[in-house]
């Protein structure tokens, strides 16, 4: 089933990073659900790694 995308996806999270940010080729549309799943697996273990 295909579903309408309405969000537009960093592929790798900016973090901050206003050039990441507005970067176009670091987007990707998703539906709402799809992004929510995204953020909530890999962006979240991205934002949340610590360094030593």
Do not use: M
Not at 5 to 34: M, Y
């Amino acid at each position: 089933q295909l579903t309408k995308a309405t969000v537009v996806d960093h592929i790798t999270p900016h973090r901050g990073d206003q050039e990441l940010f507005w970067n176009q080729t670091n987007w990707q549309a998703l539906c709402k659900s799809c992004h929510d799943r995204k953020t909530n697996t890999t962006d979240r273990y991205v934002e949340y790694t610590y360094r030593f």
